[in-house]
């Protein structure tokens, strides 16, 4: 797994967990209904794991991930009436995710 040069692995951005999670239900979960009885969401709240958004569908302040409108989806078959917004985000990173932006206390960019 890339990692940042101080051994911490990158993490994928909202909108890639959540389109990762929707690959993996239509490919391995709908596909192979003969052999799996279905699939459950790691984690339905927040958590301090990786970060705290690694695996949580939710932040500490309840806000929603990516995620969760996808898996809602994949659950009641239809997107959520209030859709989450997407596209913020803040890149410290270059294209390949891995030479990362050292930022160090009073020095600027």
Not at 15 to 38: L, M, P, W
Not at 73 to 100: H, Q, W
Request: proline share 6%; charged share 15%.
């Amino acid at each position: 797994m890339a990692g940042t040069l101080w051994g911490r692995p990158i993490e994928q951005n909202s909108s890639e967990k959540a389109a990762a999670n929707k690959y993996r239900y239509d490919n391995f979960v709908i596909t192979n209904k003969n052999q799996c009885v279905g699939a459950f969401v790691f984690l339905w709240g927040q958590k301090q794991e990786r970060t705290p958004t690694w695996y949580g569908l939710f932040l500490e302040n309840g806000r929603h991930t990516e995620m969760t409108p996808i898996i809602y989806f994949l659950l009641i078959g239809k997107l959520p009436e209030i859709p989450l917004p997407v596209g913020f985000a803040m890149t410290v990173l270059n294209e390949n995710r891995i030479n990362v932006a050292i930022l160090v206390a009073g020095e600027h960019l």
